[in-house]
């Protein structure tokens, strides 16, 4: 008899202590919902606006002629992040501090992408970027500008070689759709001094040529073509 009473002693002192932790734990929700920290929303606020967001970017993330808003971040996952831009431009990638760090990709409002790696916001260290009509350049960046070695792809002809300011810059080869090679020592937008080296051709020079209109320029290599040499 004292046994089974002091089992069920036991027991209801086990369902009071159950109680009363039930109830703090719902009045302590309840004072955090309803509760600021230094001015920022509440708990229930940011819960339902993250929420919101995350349905919104998971189904509109490449939709990059949103209309204008300030740069907001939407969180994917712990691993993914989601930059939306005033100008219409698209990040998703590693983000550090509200702002893009490590590996990630920039949708461009103009249609131009980068995939890379960034460094304090801006694209760093190596990564390929296309252009909107689909000529591309891999190869080096530093602080958001083309730099060190890269290579430069479009319909017309390849480049191989050293870049400076996001210029073409000091050495570098074009590579020609006959088979042949154009070398190069650039600057300021010119080229300096070029050979063009063709298989079974004796080689040709170029002297002076001004870069501003790249395409066109090598398209028409030939006509820029030195016989004599000899005064120059």
Not at 9 to 34: A, C, E, G, P
Not at 58 to 79: G, L, P, Q, T
Not at 127 to 145: E, L, M, P, Q, T
Request: with cysteine; charged share 30%.
């Amino acid at each position: 008899m004292f046994i089974t009473t002091v089992i069920k002693f036991s027991t209801l002192v086990k369902v009071i202590i159950f109680f009363v932790i039930l109830i703090m734990i719902i009045r302590y929700i309840n004072q955090m919902k309803n509760t600021t920290s230094r001015g920022k929303k509440s708990i229930n606020y940011l819960l339902k606006r993250n929420t919101k967001s995350f349905l919104k970017n998971r189904y509109n993330m490449f939709n990059i002629h949103k209309k204008s808003e300030d740069a907001k971040v939407y969180n994917i996952n712990c691993d993914d992040d989601v930059i939306r831009y005033a100008n219409g431009d698209i990040y998703r990638g590693q983000i550090k501090n509200g702002i893009r760090e490590g590996l990630g990709t920039c949708y461009f409002a103009n249609k131009d992408i980068y995939e890379g790696m960034w460094k304090n916001d801006k694209m760093d260290c190596v990564g390929k970027y296309v252009f909107a009509d689909k000529s591309f350049y891999s190869g080096d960046f530093k602080n958001g500008c083309k730099e060190g070695i890269g290579v430069f792809t479009c319909d017309d002809y390849k480049y191989i070689g050293q870049y400076y300011a996001d210029k073409k810059g000091r050495v570098g080869t074009f590579h020609l759709p006959d088979n042949s090679y154009l070398k190069v020592i650039i600057e300021n937008g010119t080229i300096i001094e070029g050979t063009y080296l063709r298989e079974g051709h004796k080689d040709e020079y170029i002297y002076n040529v001004d870069l501003t209109n790249e395409r066109e320029v090598i398209k028409n290599i030939k006509s820029y073509f030195v016989r004599d040499v000899s005064n120059i």
